[in-house]
T-cell receptor, first 109, second 116 residues
Framework: GIQVEQSPPDLILQEGANSTLRCNFS?????LQWFHQNPWGQLINLFY???GTKQNGRLSATTVATERYSLLYISSSQTTDSGVYFC???????????FGTGTSLTVIP | GAVVSQHPSWVICKSGTSVKIECRSL??????MFWYRQFPKQSLMLMAT?????????EQGVEKDKFLINHASLTLSTLTVTSAHPEDSSFYIC????????????FGPGTRLLVL
């Protein structure tokens, strides 16, 4: 199966700081998405970003499909941004959705 | 839009009993639903993919007789953990893919299972 590596695995930020999270895929994937898992376990869709760049408020994401990686930018971080961030994508058959290893973010006041 | 619900949100049961978890797409039709398992501080592991009206496809290492999946309608899939044991304790999450043009997956809030 496809291996999805995220970095860094853990990140502690001071409120107001910016950060970049990275997601590397071992093979081509389709339908790449970024999620935020809150402390209660709910996965929240952040971006559907198979290629290119999108922005939503303080968050933006860029996927370079030809090089099999995606980046999530968080600017002016807030304590509510804390949680685990996952990237995930489909295999070429579309029948399996592979999750990354996750980045655990803690934003301190 | 695109809301997925799960029920129950948490369950505690005795070893040897069976537990059924429901996953519903509330405002869209889902031809495909996925079931995941997540252990503390780990990523989500895909257990099986269910398509409406057909048998589920299980990932390698997942016992199909242990984790029964039924996708009887375009809005409902169920996961039954049969003869649960303490090692089955985990956080189970379902997701659904819109039957329309969207390929985005939407996730339920998860079910925490504790087997005593």
């Amino acid at each position: 199966g496809i291996q999805v590596e995220q970095s860094p695995p853990d990140l502690i930020l001071q409120e107001g700081a910016n950060s970049t999270l990275r997601c590397n895929f071992s093979d081509s994937v389709n339908n790449l998405q970024w999620f935020h898992q809150n402390p209660w376990g709910q996965l929240i869709n952040l971006f559907y970003i198979p290629s290119g760049t999108k922005q939503n408020g303080r968050l933006s994401a860029t996927t370079v499909a030809t090089e099999r990686y995606s980046l999530l930018y968080i600017s002016s971080s807030q304590t509510t941004d804390s949680g685990v961030y996952f990237c995930a994508g489909d295999s070429n058959t579309g029948n399996q959705f592979y999750f990354g290893t996750g980045t655990s973010l803690t934003v301190i006041p | 839009g695109a809301v997925v619900s799960q029920h129950p949100s948490w369950v505690i049961c005795k070893s040897g009993t069976s537990v059924k978890i429901e996953c519903r797409s509330l405002d869209f039709q889902a031809t495909t639903m996925f079931w995941y398992r997540q252990f503390p501080k780990q990523s989500l592991m895909l257990m099986a993919t269910s398509n409406e009206g057909s048998k589920a496809t299980y990932e390698q290492g997942v016992e199909k007789d242990k984790f029964l999946i039924n996708h009887a309608s375009l809005t409902l899939s169920t996961l039954t953990v049969t003869s649960a044991h303490p090692e089955d304790s985990s956080f189970y999450i379902c997701s659904a893919r819109d039957a329309g043009l969207s390929v985005t997956q939407y996730f339920g809030p998860g079910t925490r299972l504790l087997v005593l």
